[in-house]
């Protein structure tokens, strides 16, 4: 059981919890596709337990390496962009012609958006360091303001298609901006 606690194994304990985010976005995406979105839910819901227990696992072992890095970020893009956005667009069933294209661009560039946000991340970002702040919104708080989306959708609360369109760019934006937000 030592290799679970080797850093240099990629199947480390850090690393194979970051696999396991990776499966329950994957998994997430396949039942929103059939219809399911409580059961994405819960699965996006695991998916941000996983990654929070992925980092400490890493910072309390000693387990981070730039291989862990990188997976992290790919299971961000998975659990916390593009599950999320699968959510979102799938749940406002955009009518058909220009609806569903200008809602695809939107979705497009949202996940363009968090891709960029992961990449500059990882660029600045050391082994083993934890910043006091994160420069823009973080992805994993994207996914949340998107799932907040989801619900004022599904509640009736904002169903004009534009509107939810507009403040999904606007969290798009945020992704990349200079806005400081505290490191838990």
Known sequence: MSFLFNKTNHFNIANLVTFSNITAGIVAMYFIQQGDFFTAIILAWIAGGLDILDGKLARRFH?????????????????????????????????????????????????????????????????????????????????????????????????NLYILLVLVLTIAYLLNSKVKIPHP
Do not use: C
Request: aromatic fraction near 16%; glycine fraction near 12%.
């Open 63 to 159: 387990l981070s390496t730039e291989f862990g890095i990188q997976l992290d970020s790919f299971a961000d893009f998975i659990s916390f962009v593009i599950m999320p956005s699968f959510l979102l667009f799938y749940a406002i069933k955009p009518d058909g012609g220009a609806g569903v294209l200008i809602a695809g661009i939107v979705f497009i560039y949202y996940i363009i958006s968090g891709l960029r946000r992961l990449i500059e991340f990882n660029l600045h970002q050391e082994e083993g360091e934890v910043a006091k702040y994160f420069t823009g919104v973080p992805t994993p708080m994207g996914a949340i303001l998107l799932w907040v989306l989801y619900l004022l959708h599904g509640y009736g609360i904002i169903t």
